[in-house]
């Protein structure tokens, strides 16, 4: 019983850090994708571009060896997914509706952004099918019992 509890808090604890990752590399972007839009803004003297960069592998890493001991679930998984493409695309378009404009190109006018988001809903897609059809199969299953 007292390894079950362990457990639990261990996993609970792993689900928070989890989370706090994720906000952490919401920020890192954020900031990223500002100092691409606006590169005189000032915000280099404040915090170097290169910190952000070596910040966002870090949490990018720490968020996969974090993940396989969090047990994200698909569920989770697809919706973080879809949240980060609808936040991607929001904050490009309120970058650009700032007066900013992307230094390496990422835009609504880039056809490369367009392709890489066209292959991310279409993953997220098959993800979707993937998910009812379980769902579909479990509630089948447990129907006959």
């Known amino acids: ?9 261990s996993r609970g ?5 989890h989370k706090s990752l994720e906000g952490l590399f919401l920020i890192v972007v954020t900031l990223l994708l500002i100092y691409d839009y606006f590169p005189t803004s000032g915000l280099t003297e404040v915090l170097p571009q290169r910190v952000l960069f070596w910040f966002l592998i870090g949490t990018v890493v720490m968020i996969a060896m974090v993940k396989t ?7 989770s998984s697809f919706q973080w997914q879809l949240f980060i493409l609808i936040y991607a695309f929001l904050l490009i378009a ?15 006018e ?12 279409v993953q997220l897609g098959f993800q979707w099918k993937r998910m009812r059809r ?12």
Not at 134 to 145: A, F, H, I, P, R
């Open 13 to 17: 604890e792993s689900l928070i850090l």
């Open 69 to 75: 001991t969090a047990n994200a679930t698909e569920k």
């Open 134 to 145: 379980e769902k579909w199969q479990n509630e089948e299953v447990n129907g006959l019992d």
């Open 1 to 9: 019983m007292r390894e079950k509890s362990q457990s639990l808090t």
């Open 94 to 108: 309120c970058l650009g509706w700032a007066g900013g404009e992307s230094t390496v190109g990422i835009s609504f």
């Open 110 to 121: 880039d056809p490369l952004f367009w392709l890489v988001s066209f292959i991310a809903l």
